[in-house]
């Protein structure tokens, strides 16, 4: 028993009923803070994943819980974590976690709070690889010499070691007279391999020797003859132990003492790189773990060796320094570099016992406090009592979500947009313009007004949607204002979905909160389209009632009315910079707009600016009744081509893809036999090698370019594709009428994605809203209605096949909308109450909620047993 005992200066215990391994501790500055400091990784055979940044605490109270920066749930058991440089390209820290059949790579990356609740931890997947067999440990390093990132290289239970470079796999080579798996350690003074077979004796092979022994790419009975005539794997030099061993280490602290340590279970090994014993202790106890650590002393290295007798020994060399008494028996310890406490002991039990310590000596100078014998003053306890709880009662009925925005803001933001175009336009001097074309522009002002009760401002960003830029400006001084000066103009080669634009100012309040404002702002109809002659013959035809006469288009779109040449008013047309030709004919006999085109997408800036300035135009004249109208049905079939069109460009850039894939892996598979070649001391032919090489990588690129000029005509037609939806929810809402509420539901459903990504995509992203709203507030029956909010979850969402489902469910959803359905987030809108309920709730509204839902719960187990019946 020893007289000293490990100082506690943090713990934790984690979880219940979990159990850990000596691979399922490490430590290092796994979220690149730069402080040099240490994190703490801990993963369990239960899947869970657990970072911790242990600091002294004060108070017991919440001691491990603010310590935890992370904590997630992992599919699969955690055999083994280690941190290093595992991503090519890439000078950062990454986290690798061994599952029975998974390797992941993981970064962990840290955002700043500015508020009490601290940073946020974000654990992301960088890659994978799906094992073909089941994993035992791995090992890292710089393997074959390769500086500057590190290597994986896992031990499978049936002995083959597999080999990873980041994101690729490199070889697998299986060990001779392989029986049990053993500990696996990398050498990187020798690029060597170090394990313990089952003889019992410690192997040494060369990464070298493992890269060409083609011959161990299969396993093999060792006294049987070659079959494929390779190189055999063969042991650079082997030493007897006579006794397992329960852990290798190689220490890279210092190259003056070059060692290697294995951990027997009776004895402590130390050899030297070419397999020469320094020396060996025999130990009188049952051994745990043991860690290697620098030594003070030249020529020699400090070990902590942990025990089953819940002792921790410090060795230097074969010579016992200390021995401390711990609360558990370690199966894994390390020691971390943490901001208050420089070489803490970090150590592990199988049960989830966590423990920073240190060494020495620590004396109590705790004295016991007198105690206060006068009594308590139970009017004055009970006055301040009532005083906190009216507190607590303000604060809970004042609180809110978001706070309270003050009378007058900090910071007030205007955008004006100038009333003439650019003259020169700016558009020309954008590198990424075609030079052959100049495109009108207009210059549009941010203006920021500082108020005068605002005393600092720090960290003012400007942030504009129309070019997608940002730029930092100096805070203005009190009650002044900036003002920055912008120009928009057409960026492409084809129409905009939309003609708004957002600005968001981000800036800090003197207190240090975050704080942001938006403001919204219009483009000009002319920025996108000049005036032209009218088109008589065109494919797509639109015609909007009101229930005024028409008014006069020249004096609605002045703008395009000069060049015109119907002096009557009565039409006016429209060229686009980059699309078809949209022209708008006002009936004399009847009350109608006709917009027609060859393009049915570029009708919707015309239809949407048409709309607009005639509700202006009658709110002026003092017309309150004003109504527009859609005699319908809806153009689904125009619809669907652009549905079709942008569904065959993403199946294409699929195609691409796939194609790019097998083409680059060709490449590589090539890249190898030529490096064989190449390596191979006996020259041999190629074998037109090189021509093949040369083939395939003008296919990659061929399909390289092909892809992305697939990719350009993919964001074309979404673009497209947002105006034609934008057009039919402005027909389907003039067509029945729907409020703003519904409309804005109804465009959230059409258009889920502002942006198509390879992942996630519009067609499965629209056809899952659409399917929802079908289930829910357009439904036809309550049973429907329960069945739909019954259901957990959902298939993952992924390209379908074909477009036939959403189409379907597109045009059923339109049906429905046509036929009287109401869109509304309730989803109980449409379903119509029993009368046995509306007769029970009558008497004196006695019954409650809980009994109307008891009714429909007996109403949907009647049904579905009479249908089952």
């Known amino acids: 028993m020893s007289l000293f005992k490990a100082r506690d200066w943090w713990s934790a215990a984690l979880g219940e009923g979990e159990e850990f391994d000596q691979g399922c501790l490490c430590v290092g500055d796994v979220d690149n803070s730069g402080s040099g400091h240490d994190k703490v990784v801990v993963g369990s055979y239960m899947g869970m994943l657990r970072i911790f940044s242990p600091h002294a605490s004060k108070s017991s109270e919440g001691g491990p819980v603010e310590a935890q920066l992370l904590e997630v749930q992992l599919q699969n058991a955690v055999i083994q974590v280690e941190v290093g440089k595992f991503v090519s ?53 710089t393997f074959g010499g390769v500086a500057g990132h590190h290597s994986l290289c896992i031990q499978s239970m049936d002995g083959m070691l597999m080999f990873f470079e980041q994101d690729s796999y490199s070889f697998g080579r299986f060990l ?24 019992r004796q410690l192997e040494s092979y060369k990464y070298e020797t493992l890269a060409v022994a083609t011959e161990a790419e299969s396993r093999q009975d060792p006294d049987l003859p070659s079959k494929t ?42 050899f030297r790189d070419n397999g020469q014993i320094r020396f060996m202790k025999k130990l009188e106890f049952n051994p745990s773990c043991f860690l290697p650590y620098a030594s003070v002393t030249d020529g020699t290295t400090n070990l902590l060796l942990g025990n ?12 016992l320094k200390w021995a401390a008494q711990l609360s558990f028996v370690p199966v894994a310890v390390r020691v971390a570099s943490f901001p208050e406490l420089k ?37 004055q306890v009970d006055a301040e009592m009532k005083k906190l709880q009216r507190f607590i009662r303000e604060a809970s009925r004042t609180q809110d979500i978001l706070p309270k925005t003050d009378a007058e803001e900090d910071l007030s933001v205007t955008v004006s947009v100038s009333s003439s175009m650019d003259s020169p336009s700016v558009s020309g001097q954008r590198l ?24 600092s401002l720090e960290f003012l960003f400007l942030i504009l949607f129309v070019d997608f830029g940002f730029s930092s400006l100096s805070p203005p001084a009190v009650g002044s204002s900036t003002v920055v000066e912008f120009s928009a103009f057409l960026n492409g080669l084809y129409p905009p979905a939309d003609l708004t634009g957002d600005v968001t100012v981000s800036y800090s309040s003197p207190t240090g909160v975050p704080r942001v404002l938006q403001s919204r702002f219009g ?89 607009l300035r005639s509700d202006q135009h009658f709110a002026k004249a003092g017309v309150k009744d004003f109504k527009k109208s859609f005699s319908g049905p809806p153009p689904l079939q125009d619809y669907f081509l652009s549905v079709d069109h942008h569904f065959q460009l993403r199946v294409s850039a699929q195609q691409y893809q796939d194609l790019l894939s097998e083409r680059a892996l060709q490449f590589r598979a090539i890249q190898r036999r030529l490096l064989t070649r190449f390596k191979d001391k006996t020259p041999a032919p190629l074998q037109n090698l090189d021509t093949l090489m040369d083939a395939t990588y003008s296919q990659v690129m061929a399909l390289a370019e092909a892809a992305e000029e697939n990719r350009a005509q993919l964001e074309e037609a979404f673009v497209r594709l947002r105006s034609a939806t934008h057009l039919l929810v402005l027909l389907l809402s003039l067509w029945q009428g729907l409020t703003p509420d519904q409309t804005a539901i109804l465009e959230a459903t059409l258009l889920p994605l502002l942006q198509d990504t390879p992942q996630l995509g519009w067609e499965e992203s629209c056809d899952a809203a659409v399917s929802h709203l079908l289930r829910t507030c357009l439904s036809r029956s309550p049973r429907d209605q329960a069945t739909s909010l019954a259901q957990a979850g959902g298939p993952v969402l992924g390209l379908p096949r074909d477009t036939a489902r959403l189409k379907k469910h597109i045009a059923l959803l339109c049906d429905r909308i046509g036929k009287g359905g109401r869109l509304t987030l309730a989803s109980e809108a449409n379903v119509p109450v029993p009368a046995q309920v509306q007769n029970l709730a009558a008497p004196g509204e006695s019954l409650t909620l809980f009994c109307v839902f008891v009714f429909f719960l007996i109403l949907s187990f009647y049904n579905v047993f009479v249908i089952k019946s």
Not at 178 to 197: I, K
Not at 528 to 535: D, G, L, R
Request: proline share 6%; net charge negative; charged share 20%.
């Open 229 to 270: 005539g390779g190189k055999r794997l063969t042991p650079d030099w082997t030493f007897v132990l006579g006794e397992q061993a329960l852990d290798l280490s190689v220490p890279s602290f210092s190259h003056s003492s070059a060692s290697i340590f294995v951990l027997g279970e009776r004895n402590l090994y130390c």
């Open 523 to 611: 483009l000009p109809l002319a920025l996108v389209c000049v005036p032209s002659s009218p088109a008589k013959t065109t494919k797509f035809k639109i015609t909007v009632d009101t229930n005024q006469p028409p008014v006069d288009l020249g004096s609605v779109f002045k703008e395009f009315s000069a060049k015109s040449e119907d002096k009557d008013g009565n039409t006016v047309a429209f060229q686009f910079l980059s699309g078809a030709k949209v022209t708008v004919l006002a009936s004399k006999t009847s009350q109608r707009y006709r917009i027609q085109s060859d393009a049915f997408e570029d009708m919707w800036l015309v239809v949407k600016e048409l709309v």
């Open 308 to 319: 089953h007798t819940n002792m921790l020994l410090v060795y230097q060399d074969v010579t």
């Open 89 to 141: 390209c890439s000078e950062l820290l990454h986290l690798a976690v061994l599952h029975p059949r998974k390797l992941s790579v993981y970064s962990v990356s840290g955002t700043a709070g500015n508020v009490e609740h601290g940073d946020q931890y974000q654990l992301k997947l960088v890659y994978e690889h799906n094992l073909q067999r089941t994993a035992c440990n791995m090992t890292y390093g």
């Open 432 to 455: 990424f313009i075609d030079l052959q074309h100049t495109y009108p522009g207009i210059a549009y002002s941010v203006n920021c007004l500082r108020s005068k009760r605002a005393p």
């Open 176 to 199: 001779p007279g392989f029986l049990l798996p053993g500990p696996l350690v990398y050498n990187p003074r020798t690029d060597t391999f170090l394990t313990v077979s089952s003889a």
């Open 343 to 379: 070489g803490a002991v970090v150590s592990l039990s199988s049960d989830g016992h966590l423990l920073c310590s240190y060494m020495g000596t620590d004396p109590s100078f705790f004295t016991t406090p007198k105690v206060d014998a006068r009594e308590a003053d139970y009017e």
